[in-house]
């Protein structure tokens, strides 16, 4: 390698080809093979990698996941030397072989020196600025990260809380069921209720329904006064308690005379009896389904973080947008309709962890945009080699000028502590860089849709 071969690469402009022999003299070439490593993240920096050609990709681990952050495609891209400036800097990335070429790996120490002696100025400046970005953005990503997990466990805690305070109580109520229930059985055996006369009563029970409960809450009300005042025409004790899963369930004051002349003197318990087991029976079916939905829930959450799975995989677009709209239930539950309109689509290979991140971003941006109220319509497609998602929401629509700054980086119109903390500029990069897809936008008032168009395999 020579001066030529550096001359016109933008990050040389203004530097001599008598400077661009010295820093070739102490530094090495070094080819790019597809698939091989060049450099990992964690470890010292001690070599400024700067791409004259072919193509590198920067990997970090995030979890279990070997996530992809971007591409050194375009000659004069650098990675690395932070050890010029800082003795404690590290390789942020790993540096993988994307297509094959060559990259000049100049020794962190050499450039120093070549900085110190051509721009001493420029030296100091860039020392101050790697330290103070380092710094400020470590406590950025740090603050956005914590924000964005207290804002989805509130979210997951809530949508838990409300199914598991559900079984708390029906446990509870079940309780005072099965003592009721026994000691009906009691009053039964007390009262010499034969064989034929419990088997009578049980038959009657099971011509009623379990917790079919009148649509009408007031119908339902005046069914139990009505069954309440014949229990006390018959002088049955605690007809409070009895009347209310009986009248749920369907009885009628018909259905109380045909017991009473099975039951004889033994009315009372009997009734009870039938009371306590229909109510029992219907607060376990609370408790199944309280449970069910708890299940779901943490269902979703695997999915949605996918902690027990691969980082490239097939997936089912739809699976990951159901998972996110379960995190993000707290915030649609109030006012904001979603019309699912999804299409027959295949599955595709994709970082699926990755995506989730994106249609996290997307819904709870519209969500903002509607100020919490309005229709969320989500749409898949297929259009062909690439499947397409969009997102449209009701809201007021963006400015011409906002929309065409919205993938910029650090740029937002949301107050401090509002958002997710991750930008529509990362979630551009997740689509593009990541996946080799395209995300865009089309707004007008009452209409603004974020269209994703992803191919079934990743670019790369």
């Not at 375009?74 to 990675?79: D, F, L, N, Q």
């Not at 369907?250 to 009734?271: D, H, K, N, Q, Y």
């Not at 979630?427 to 209409?447: C, D, K, L, M, N």
Request: hydrophobic fraction near 40%.
């Amino acid at each position: 390698m020579d001066a030529g071969d550096l001359r016109d690469l933008p990050l040389f402009t203004g530097v001599s080809d008598e400077q661009l022999e010295e820093l070739i003299a102490g530094s090495t070439e070094v080819p790019i093979e597809p698939g091989a490593d060049l450099f990992h993240e964690g470890e010292p920096a001690d070599f400024w990698w700067v791409l004259v050609d072919g193509a590198i990709t920067l990997h970090r681990k995030i979890g279990r996941e070997d996530t992809v952050m971007g591409k050194m495609d375009v000659p004069g891209r650098w990675a690395g030397g932070f050890r010029a400036w800082d003795e404690h800097g590290l390789y942020l990335a790993s540096g993988r072989g994307l297509a094959a070429g060559r990259v000049l790996r100049v020794p962190a120490d050499v450039l120093r020196d070549r900085i110190d002696d051509w721009f001493p100025l420029a030296g100091h400046l860039i020392k101050g600025v790697y330290g103070t970005a380092r710094a400020i953005e470590s406590t950025a990503r740090q603050r956005e990260s914590l924000i964005t997990l207290g804002t989805l466990a509130a979210g997951l805690a809530h949508e838990i809380n409300n199914p598991a305070a559900a079984a708390a109580r029906s446990v509870s109520a079940l309780d005072t069921a099965c003592v009721t229930l026994l000691s009906a059985l009691r009053g039964l055996a007390e009262g010499d209720v034969r064989a034929a006369q419990f088997s009578a009563l049980d038959e009657l029970r099971l011509e009623l329904g379990h917790g079919t409960a009148a649509p009408d809450p007031v119908d339902l009300a005046d069914h139990e006064n009505t069954i309440a005042d014949w229990l006390d025409d018959h002088d049955v004790d605690r007809s409070w308690f009895i009347a209310p899963p009986l009248a749920a369930a369907g009885a009628g004051v018909e259905w109380c005379e045909r017991a009473a002349a099975v039951l004889g003197t033994a009315l009372g318990p009997g009734l009870e009896w039938v009371a306590s087991t229909l109510a029992a029976s219907t607060l376990i079916g609370e408790v199944k389904e309280s449970t069910r939905r708890i299940t779901e829930l943490v269902a979703a959450v695997r999915s949605y973080s996918q902690l027990d799975r691969g980082s490239i995989q097939t997936i089912d677009v739809t699976e990951g947008i159901e998972s996110t709209l379960v995190m993000l239930g707290h915030k649609l539950r109030d006012g904001v309709e979603v019309i699912r309109a999804y299409g027959d689509v295949p599955r595709i290979d994709a970082y699926a962890g990755e995506l989730n991140q994106v249609w996290t971003n997307l819904i709870d941006n519209a969500v903002d945009a509607m100020d919490g109220a309005g229709t969320l319509r989500i749409s898949t497609r297929t259009d062909g080699d690439r499947i397409v998602v969009e997102f449209t929401d009701s809201g007021a629509g963006m400015p011409a000028e906002v929309a065409a700054r919205a993938f910029e980086p650090f740029y937002t119109t949301k107050d401090v502590g509002k958002g997710t903390g991750l930008g529509l500029d990362i979630a551009q990069r997740i689509v593009a860089e990541h996946h080799g897809g395209t995300i865009g936008i089309t707004s007008r008032p009452g209409e603004t849709t974020l269209q994703v168009r992803l191919p079934r395999q990743p670019a790369g």
